[in-house]
């Protein structure tokens, strides 16, 4: 069996409402090894729902501060199709409950508080390097 490249890379989808607000954290995304760093806002559905089935490995971060919108969007389309992303990082101000509601039970999810001492950009790539 032939292993490419592709099988030692995680696949990392961002959505992110304001990117300028978000440097730090956008960069040491970027800055994780063997990972390759897509935004979820350029990608239609279809796209998103191919990406998905072929990187089966990927991490979806969203980070959502006033705006759930687009978020409970993608994760319902995600959820309604039985595709989800093996793992999910929520980074946002607004209660988990309801946006939590619209994730698949087989995704591994991890919450961050904006508001609280409990998230940083460090505490984030911590979190995925481990995976």
Known sequence: MRWGLDFLKNH????????????????????????????IRNMGFEQLKNFLIK?????????????RGEAVELLYRMHNCLISPPYLVVISKLEPGRLLNHINSNSVCRFFDLNSSDYSSENVVSWIEKI
């Open 55 to 67: 990187n089966r490995s990927c991490v979806v971060v969203l980070l959502i501060e006033q705006k």
């Open 12 to 39: 990392l989808l961002f959505l992110v409402e304001n990117p300028e607000k978000h440097d730090d954290l956008i960069g040491k995304l970027h800055g994780l090894k063997n990972t390759s760093v897509n935004r």
